[in-house]
């Protein structure tokens, strides 16, 4: 997208307006559907502007957060040796379920975490697909995703929403396991069509994670055509990691706060033929903050690497990550 051209607290106007028994069987369960029906449906926006009209500080802190970054990116610019370790972030898989396939198999969850793996390290088999244009541009984050705990919790709900609930136990769902040095991702039935949504930094550290309906979790087991392939948890992380949507959420005078990710007014669904404009260039459709398939998603750029991994700067909301990592 577009340089950015405003001063950040005007910017800030902007970023934040929009649009226990375990299973071992792995193979594949596809639920029915009619593909052509569905599409992707991300709540992170919507629970982000619930979240700032909760809590009067958070805006400021996500103000504090968007000024680091962008003093990050501007040194990225000027010091190319900039340390890029690898980091590794331990995971706790939350699974809560109302009935046998909500209660998604050990396999499943690895699949998943297999593909987080592949896609923040740009060794996904599908990489090979970027159109030529972009190539230069895709990038290798350097983040990896070790799976430490799985936590299962049978309910007799069957659909949780978007409103946090099945993040703490006293309302029926499982409590966060320390967000200072763990992702915690809740794996249950959202409803609404809603594949998943993420909390973005800044946010209240009780809910911080990421919540995914079973059927768009992982490759393998309990998986819905056509968000079968585990892009929906990248997304997700995308936001976690302070990602904004590809198209800016807007109009063509929107913007993601990232450099080399063209300019587009809308998402992009389905599985858009190559090149796709709806502003003045190409859209980076296949980009993993687009809103198309997962089977047509298969590429960050460097500059939302370099947004990504200033959350994890001394002054980043997810230092601690590294820090505990060392």
Not at 271 to 297: F, H, K, L, Q, S
Request: with cysteine; proline share 4%.
């Amino acid at each position: 997208m577009r340089p950015l051209l405003v001063v950040l607290p005007m910017l800030f106007i902007i970023l934040v307006s929009c649009d226990n028994v375990k299973k071992k069987n792995g193979t594949v369960r596809h639920v029915k559907n009619d593909t052509n029906s569905i599409s992707r449906k991300c709540a992170t926006m919507k629970v982000l502007e619930e979240h700032l009209a909760k809590d009067s500080l958070f805006r400021k802190r996500m103000q504090n957060i968007e000024e680091a970054t962008q003093r990050y990116i501007t040194l990225s610019k000027t010091q190319t040796n900039l340390a890029e370790d690898t980091i590794t972030i331990p995971v706790v898989v939350n699974v809560i379920y109302s009935n046998e396939d909500q209660n998604i198999s050990d396999a499943q969850i690895k699949s998943q975490i297999d593909v987080l793996n592949k896609d923040f390290s740009k060794k996904n088999m599908d990489i090979d697909q970027i159109p030529e244009e972009f190539k230069e541009i895709a990038s290798n984050i350097k983040v990896q995703f070790d799976l430490r705990q799985t936590q299962r919790k049978l309910s007799t709900r069957n659909s949780w929403g978007t409103n946090d609930e099945m993040k703490f136990s006293s309302s029926g769902g499982i409590d966060v396991a320390d967000p200072t040095g763990h992702l915690n991702i809740w794996v249950c039935n959202i409803g609404s069509g809603i594949l998943g949504y993420a909390q973005f930094p800044g946010d209240n550290p009780l809910t911080d994670g990421v919540v995914v309906s079973p059927q768009f979790f992982g490759t393998t087991g309990f998986v819905q055509a056509p968000f079968d392939k585990g892009r929906t948890l990248t997304h997700e992380i995308g936001h976690w990691l302070n990602l904004r949507h590809i198209w800016g959420d807007g109009d063509c005078n929107s913007d993601d706060f990232v450099s080399d990710t063209p300019i587009s007014d809308r998402p992009n669904n389905g599985c858009p033929a190559y090149p796709t404009i709806n502003c003045e260039t190409n859209d980076m459709t296949m980009n993993y903050m687009d809103y198309v398939d997962d089977a047509c998603m298969f590429m960050f750029t460097e500059g939302q690497k370099t947004r990504m991994r200033a959350v994890f700067e001394a002054d980043g909301p997810r230092a601690s990550f590294v820090q505990k990592m060392n």
